[in-house]
Every structure is written in C-alpha cells, then in structure tokens.
C-alpha cells in the first residue's frame, strides 16, 4: 500500500495541522498553589515536622488498596528499599525483564544483589512467567514485575512462581499509578510495590516515589530505610537499623496529594483516547497495538505502544518516529535499548558476581532483543488530547506506516 498523502517529513501537509497542541505535562491548579503556600507558611517544610506526606501516604495507599505507603525520592530507590526490605543483598540474584527504565535493573546493584533478565512477551512487552521461570537459579531471591506502559504483568503466574520458589516479588508500577488486576490496583498485589513521580510519570512532584505493601513488617522495614534506621514512633536517636535519608518535604507531599486527586479524571481521558486510537489501528497493516491481558481491569495508560515489524525489519523504525514527530505527534518515541546488551550493566554485574566467586548468568531474551527494534510508544500526553487529536493520530500513523520508501529517502 502506498500513501496518497505526503509525509510531513517530506514536506506535506502535518496530519496534526490545525488542531492546538497536546496539553503540557504537568498540570496544577489554583488549590495546588494554595497548597504549596500553606506548607510554606507553616514553617514545615520537612516530613519529620509537617502531615502533609503524611496524609498522602495514607490516600496514596487507599487508592491502591494497599495497607501501608512509604513515600521516598524517587522510584530507582523506591526499588532498592523495597529490594533491602525484602533481605535481598550481596550476591543475591533479582530477574528483572531487559525492556525497561535502567533503574528497574540498577537497583539491584544498589544492594549488591546481581540483576539477571527474563525475556519479555512479543504482543505485550511484559516479563514473561516462563522466561523468568528458566531464569531461576538457587541465588534467586526476588522478582521485579515491571508494569511496562501501565499495563500489568501477569501477576497470577508471577505470585505462583515466588511462592514455588521462595522469592519476593516486587512490582515495579512507576508507570502505572491506577492500574488493577482482576479488580485490585496494583502494588500490594506482590509482596512489595513501588511507584515513581518523576516529571514525565502520570502522578508527579518533579521527583518522588512511594513504596506500597500489605506486609507490617516490610513497611516497618521500608520506613526505617527511608528514616535513618528509626522506628516508627520510636526516638529520634534511636536507629534500630542502618537506614537511608530519603524523605520527602513536605512541598512534594502538597503537590503529590493535588495530583492524585485529578488522576482518576485524567485516567478516564486517555483510557478513551488509548480506547478509539486501537479501534482505529485494528485494521491497519503494518501497525501491532499492544495487547491488553484479559485479567488487567484498568490500564494505567503511561505509555501507548505499538510495534511496526515490517519497518523494524527494513531499518526504518527510528524514521517514523521522526516521521511521526513531524507530523504533529509530539513524543513518538523508539523506546528503550535492551537493558541485558547495556555496557555499564554487564561491566558491573560481571565484576561483582567475580569477586563473589559466582556464575554471571546469560541472558537469554531474543523478544527484547525484536522488540527493541521495532517498538514505538506515544507517551500519555498526546492520550490526553480531544477525540479529534487522537483521530489524527490515528491518520499520522497510518500514513506513515504506509510511506514504505518515502521513509527510507528521509531516513
Ligand atoms: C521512571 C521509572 C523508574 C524510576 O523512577 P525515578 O523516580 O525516575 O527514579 C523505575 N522503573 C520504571 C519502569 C520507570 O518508568
């Protein structure tokens, strides 16, 4: 099939053009303002003085169907507290999938545990139960299930897999804030979960992160990591463990409790959009959406992924990416490299398990290796437009899967 329409990229008419452009990332409001004044002025600018993390803890937690929150800085230290809660340490091995944010593996290093990867499946990019069942080696001690997109791995076949085997299983849903399973929202659903509110993710402060679990005595663990080593209600000297800094202030507590409160909204908005732009790409060839997992009963929407085989094969992925920026579809992205082919990763991981005296297990992950070439994500924002937008786009990646060797002279 060839296009009828030129390609922005070569000088014809953007499929966007017209239309305003995508609502900007982040949002606030007038309350968040009010919000950010009153910590101000309390004088209570940190945690361990004011509620206000305090609070969002608990809302955080509730929507999440979790009994406990522990906010914290970010979600790469969300990952290694959760990872220390657990026991993981030194010469531990965590399988992670390699189709992810760096840190889901980094953290591993972090406690001095080795990261080892499982394959990710072909028509989801999530983990793959029975790649990382291969996986499994007598160090194994913990899962990470990264909730890639805001879809949700398959916790049904991962919760079975750490009970079989004695592993902690740890859900990595930085970008899947609201998502659920058979009904219940992700997070406690494994042993531990951890949540990100780095600028781009769907609930932010410009930086933070929350670690959710039912467990008591992993919250009590997590809270001295992120508290010195002190104990809940316990003294201010009193260090029952060897713990980290990493609170919030209480400014990141106002700005985190305003945004939770618009999420569902916002969540409804970009659930359409996701909804119409893959009925519009059902019938598209060349164009494969993501499959939704029949258990995953709300999509947390962080990410839009499709892949394009045909393209990937020819070398022209990172070309309609460009493409499709150019026609008015602002963040069309390649996605990540494979984490298990990352330099600094293997350096590291291959000195440590040397100087323990322990195999570095290879990594077996062809479907990564696939996706990685032919995989593009729209990220939420341009899910948060008008129907007409999603329309649009819609048209732009039709005609730009379409272009065969227009794209190739403007590769
Ligand atoms: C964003 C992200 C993280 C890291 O969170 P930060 O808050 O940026 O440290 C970890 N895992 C995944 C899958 C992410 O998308």
């Excluded at 990229?9 to 499929?15: H, V």
């Excluded at 164009?287 to 990937?312: K, Q, S």
């Amino acid at each position: 099939m060839k296009t009828t329409t030129a390609l922005a990229i070569e000088g014809g008419r953007p499929a966007l053009d017209g239309l305003p452009p995508f609502p900007s990332w982040p949002q606030h409001s007038a309350a968040d303002a009010r919000a950010l004044l009153d910590v101000l002025e309390s004088g209570k600018w940190g945690s361990t003085h004011g509620e206000v993390v305090s609070q969002f803890e608990t809302e955080f937690a509730a929507a999440h169907g979790a009994r406990h929150g522990i906010a914290l800085s970010n979600g790469t230290l969300a990952l290694a507290a959760a990872l220390r809660a657990a026991g993981v340490g030194v010469g531990d091995e965590v399988i992670c999938p390699p189709y992810t944010f760096i840190a889901t593996a980094s953290a591993a290093l972090f406690v001095g545990a080795v990261p080892t990867f499982a394959d990710v499946e072909p028509d989801t990019h999530l983990i793959d139960p029975a790649s990382v069942e291969r996986a499994i080696t007598d160090r194994t001690k913990a899962i990470i299930a990264v909730h890639l997109a805001g879809s949700v791995a398959n916790l049904d076949a991962l919760n079975k897999l750490a009970e079989t085997h004695g592993l902690t299983l740890i859900e990595d849903a930085a970008q899947a804030a609201g998502a659920a399973w058979r009904g219940r929202p992700v997070g406690a659903i494994g042993h531990l979960g951890t949540f990100s509110f780095q600028s781009s993710k769907n609930i932010t402060a410009g930086e933070g992160g929350i670690v959710v679990t039912d467990d008591d005595r992993l919250a009590s663990a997590v809270y001295s990591l992120v508290n010195v080593g002190r104990v809940r209600g316990g003294g201010w000297y009193e260090h029952a463990s060897v713990g980290y800094n990493l609170r919030l202030t209480e400014f990141q507590g106002a700005l985190l409790r305003g945004q939770l409160t618009r999420l569902p909204e916002q969540q409804q908005v970009r659930d359409d959009n996701a909804k119409l732009l893959t009925e519009r790409l059902a019938g598209v060839e060349g164009v494969v959406v993501d499959r939704e997992p029949a258990e995953m009963t709300a999509h947390g929407r962080h990410l839009f992924m499709v892949r394009v085989p045909e393209l990937g094969a020819a070398g022209l992925r990172d070309a309609a990416a460009k493409a499709l920026g150019a026609e008015g579809v602002i963040g069309a992205s390649s996605g990540y490299v494979p984490l298990h082919r990352n330099e600094a990763l293997i350096a590291e991981s291959t000195a440590l398990a040397d100087r323990l005296g322990q195999p570095y297990p290879k990594a077996d992950c062809p479907v990564s290796d696939l996706v990685c070439t032919d995989t593009i994500w729209f990220p939420q924002t341009v899910l948060l437009g008008t129907p007409e937008q999603t329309n649009a786009v819609a048209d732009a990646i039709t005609k730009v899967v379409s272009a065969g060797d227009a794209l190739k002279s403007a590769n």
